[in-house]
């Protein structure tokens, strides 16, 4: 075993962030190990998505730290910090005015990858994530469907192949059908690349579906982290209460 | 003698009179994007900004033209010269437009694509320049538009300073009381501005269209 040299991904050492003495998030204690997908579980306004942002400095820590990769986030330039992670948000959030090739192309472009090696790797990425990228290089996102956009969101968060990637209620904007097959997808994607994940969402189904572990987070506060069994079965109210908006044979090893 | 034949015994006037009016819109539209545009994105970024900037070019807007013509004529280097002054009050009228439809244009953009930008590692002025403007650039053509065809407009009053362009020929026809002269300048000055208001929507809904 290799424990005693295990470092995580991701760490929260007694994060806290508040806005105008407002407390958002307090006292986070949480590790993310290389290579899994870790969920964060709540309520709209429980601090999943502060904490995300904590990570790629889109929000600066209040007192605490977070360190990515061992080193603490204020001592990573936030550009080079970001372009070490990949992000996914719900709409996408695609640039209109490009077409799918440039999007996907964005981040290596501006790290000034060879020409060929850009449109090599978008060619990869349009195949990972099930678009036919003789098909769709070249539309807009305008005529994209809902699903099709995130998928797009997806290759473009992996383009310079971040070892890191946090989604933002990734699939939550999409029909029932659509989500299901992207989520399928995102599993078979995960197994074969391995990436550190944190996920933000609020479907505690896809928080079992997707995840190796959830953490369970209220008014600022973790509640607990569990894993998807252990969820189930935990005594903590909270996810008890989640645990009862599942319908019957709702458990993960029926959805997978 | 009817009037185009009128204007034909002109056309070498009015060919003159028209090249000094677009050079002095044209050069004023310049300036005007010059300072216009980058005082939209100041103001959209720092909404502390909004009223002074938006406050002052709106109080140059309620001066009438005549007027501040006039007030500009004892400025020192400004008042040598007819078209220096002319180009410097249309320059301050053509403000207001273009820095409101900047700062809209790119207050418009989605916050979704802007917080995608800056979570995959955008610098300020990348996303500036590669999502904020090309997203914003219809509203800002809107803007540019409005302000040229005012421009064109405002221009035949600042041959009053002696500036030259169009106005010549409308305020030569007043004193004469001879309206063949007045339309002399009033339709091409027309003209001019039909043809910039649908060059520059064309450019608008072109852009548009391209995504």
């Given at each position: 075993m290799t424990g005693e040299t295990f470092q995580p991904a991701i760490e929260f050492l007694q994060a806290r962030y508040a806005v105008d003495g407002h407390i958002i998030l307090s006292g986070l204690e949480l590790a993310v190990a290389p290579g899994e997908v870790l969920a964060l579980v709540g309520r709209s306004g429980s601090g999943k998505t502060t904490t995300l942002k904590l990570i790629n400095r889109l929000l600066d820590l209040t007192s605490g730290d977070v360190r990515v990769e061992g080193r603490s986030v204020g001592n990573w330039d936030p550009i080079r910090l970001r372009r070490h992670i990949g992000y996914?948000?719900?709409?996408?959030?695609?640039?209109?005015?490009?077409?799918?090739?440039?999007?996907?192309?964005?981040?290596?472009?501006?790290?000034?990858w060879p020409p060929e090696r850009v449109r090599a790797r978008v060619e990869e990425l349009l195949h990972l994530v099930g678009l036919e990228p003789a098909k769709f290089r070249d539309r807009h996102p305008r005529e994209l469907s809902g699903g099709q956009r995130q998928r797009v969101g997806v290759a473009r968060a992996l383009a310079a192949d971040p070892p890191i990637l946090l989604m933002d209620e990734p699939f939550g904007a999409l029909d029932p059908l659509s989500r299901a097959e992207i989520q399928r997808e995102f599993l078979a994607l995960?197994?074969?690349?391995?990436?550190?994940?944190?996920?933000?969402?609020h479907d505690i189904r896809e928080a079992l579906r997707l995840a190796n572990r959830i953490a369970l987070m209220e008014a600022?506060?973790?509640?607990?982290?569990?894993?998807?069994?252990?969820?189930?079965?935990a005594r903590e109210p909270l996810a008890a209460e989640y645990v009862a908006t599942l319908g019957p044979g709702e458990t993960p090893e029926s959805a997978a | 003698m009817s009037l185009l034949e009128f204007f034909y015994r002109h056309r070498q006037e009015i060919m003159t009179l028209t090249l000094e009016h677009c050079?002095?819109?044209?050069?004023?539209?310049?300036?005007?994007?010059?300072?216009?545009?980058?005082?939209?994105?100041?103001?959209?970024?720092?909404?502390?900004w909004n009223k002074p900037v938006l406050g002052s070019a709106n109080v140059i807007q309620t001066i009438p033209s005549l007027a501040l013509f006039g007030f500009l004529l004892p400025v020192p280097w400004l008042g040598e010269r007819a078209d220096?002054?002319?180009?410097?009050?249309?320059?301050?009228?053509?403000?207001?437009?273009?820095?409101?439809?900047?700062?809209?244009?790119?207050?418009?953009v989605d916050?979704?694509?802007?917080?995608?930008?800056?979570?995959?590692?955008?610098?300020?002025?990348?996303?500036?320049?590669?999502?904020?403007?090309?997203?914003?650039?219809?509203?800002?053509?809107?803007?540019?538009?409005?302000?040229?065809?005012?421009?064109?407009?405002?221009?035949?009053?600042?041959?009053?300073?002696?500036?030259?362009?169009?106005?010549?020929?409308i305020f030569r026809g007043l004193a004469m009381v001879d309206n063949r002269v007045i339309l002399e300048g009033?339709?091409?000055a027309a003209l001019l501005a039909l043809v910039a208001d649908a060059a520059l929507g064309l450019a608008e809904r072109r852009w548009r269209r391209s995504f």
């Open positions: 996914v948000i719900q709409e996408a959030g695609l640039f209109p005015h490009y077409t799918v090739e440039r999007n996907v192309a964005l981040i290596p472009r501006l790290e000034g995960q197994s074969r690349l391995k990436k550190t994940v944190v996920l933000v969402t600022g506060k973790l509640v607990g982290v569990y894993s998807p069994l252990t969820f189930l079965k | 050079w002095l819109v044209g050069v004023s539209m310049l300036l005007a994007s010059a300072a216009g545009i980058p005082l939209g994105i100041l103001v959209a970024r720092h909404p502390k220096r002054l002319a180009i410097t009050a249309l320059t301050a009228y053509a403000l207001l437009p273009i820095i409101r439809n900047t700062a809209a244009g790119i207050e418009s916050p979704s694509v802007r917080e995608a930008a800056r979570g995959m590692g955008l610098t300020a002025r990348q996303i500036l320049v590669q999502v904020e403007l090309p997203l914003a650039l219809s509203v800002i053509l809107a803007g540019l538009r409005v302000a040229t065809v005012m421009t064109i407009g405002i221009a035949t009053i600042a041959a009053a300073i002696g500036s030259g362009g169009l106005g010549e020929f009033a339709i091409p």
